[in-house]
């Protein structure tokens, strides 16, 4: 009897342990497909590809389904909205929002443009920078904008429709200089051509960069973001620069018109459980995501914002008419 005295206290101390354990195992939302398909028009391992495929890990946790990626390449996004815009509203396919899809709209005549997806929810913020090959001689946006203004500038962004390519475009306008932008489908080809010096810099995500810089292989030269980011506390804002050009991208999933409200709250309610998430907010923190949720019934209205504000900007520099 002593000795069980003495293990029972020992007992429910191990048992106190064991049992939050069980009930850390997240009850999942009842879904009405069984396989989901989320489509990005990035190739892969460009930012979008990261952020879906990094997302279906934890989607699976809390909505009872099976997510694929699928990367649907062309027209600076056209192919990918016109193939999400043709399903059927019923929670099956998503495309991955980003500026990228307003800015191709605006830009060009494509079969679909943003009006046509209907934009489910908001997840995260992120983050544009400017970063150049560790052997570069150019140290600084000083010395990046001083080579271009000399007539030999060369740089890099994504596609035409994409905020990478509008931050290069807007850094030139503010800065005075006329630099040659060249522009690639996704990241990975646009690293290539900053590694081998075909470009003197690329403007892309930390996602897309992330291994070459923890590499040693790539230095970021500045940032578009209002303020420094956290993770590169000592990297300058362009703004901080000299050059009042301040730019994030949002990411978020839209379907085809007409999804039903039932859809839309299962969204709304698995987008906060997942960016609660203790490991995947260590998994986003690490890749310098900033949770930014905006539901169902704020994203629509977010997204027509932005367009207006970007449709006034390309018609103030005369980009479009």
Not at 32 to 46: R, W
Not at 69 to 96: I, L, Q
Request: charged share 20%; glycine share 8%; aromatic share 8%.
């Amino acid at each position: 009897m002593r000795m069980m005295r003495m293990l029972l206290p020992a007992l429910c101390l191990a048992a106190s342990f064991v049992l939050p354990a069980a009930a850390q195992t997240p009850a999942k939302l009842a879904y009405p497909q069984k396989v989901v398909t989320l489509v990005t028009h990035s190739s892969p391992g460009a930012g979008s590809d990261v952020f879906l495929r990094d997302l279906v890990k934890y989607l699976q946790r809390y909505i009872n389904a099976t997510f694929i990626v699928e990367n649907d390449e062309g027209g600076s996004g056209a192919k990918a909205v016109s193939r999400v815009a043709a399903a059927k509203p019923d929670g099956s396919m998503f495309y991955a929002t980003t500026p990228t899809y307003i800015l191709t709209s605006l830009l060009s005549k494509p079969t679909n443009t943003y009006r046509d997806l209907e934009p489910a929810v908001n997840f995260f913020t992120d983050s544009e920078i400017i970063y150049v090959r560790n052997e570069s001689p150019i140290k600084s946006v000083k010395d990046l904008l001083d080579k271009a203004r000399a007539g030999r500038g060369r740089w890099g962004a994504a596609n035409p429709g994409s905020l990478e390519r509008q931050a290069a475009e807007q850094l030139k306008i503010a800065a005075k200089v006329n630099a040659a932008v060249v522009s690639h489908e996704g990241g990975g080809d646009l690293m290539i051509n900053v590694l081998n010096g075909t470009l003197d810099m690329g403007v892309g995500e930390m996602d897309e960069i992330r291994a070459q810089y923890e590499a040693h292989k790539v230095r970021v030269l500045a940032t578009f973001n209002p303020v420094r980011m956290p993770a590169l506390p000592d990297v300058p804002t362009v703004k901080e620069s000299g050059y009042n050009v301040a730019l994030v991208k949002f990411r978020g999933l839209a379907g085809p018109k007409g999804l039903p409200p039932a859809i839309t709250k299962i969204w709304d309610d698995a987008a906060q459980k997942i960016l609660a998430d203790p490991e995947y907010r260590k998994s986003y923190g690490a890749e310098d995501l900033v949770p930014h949720y905006l539901p169902h019934d704020q994203y629509g209205p977010f997204i027509a914002q932005f367009a207006a504000d970007t449709g006034a900007y390309l018609k103030s520099t005369g980009v479009i008419r």
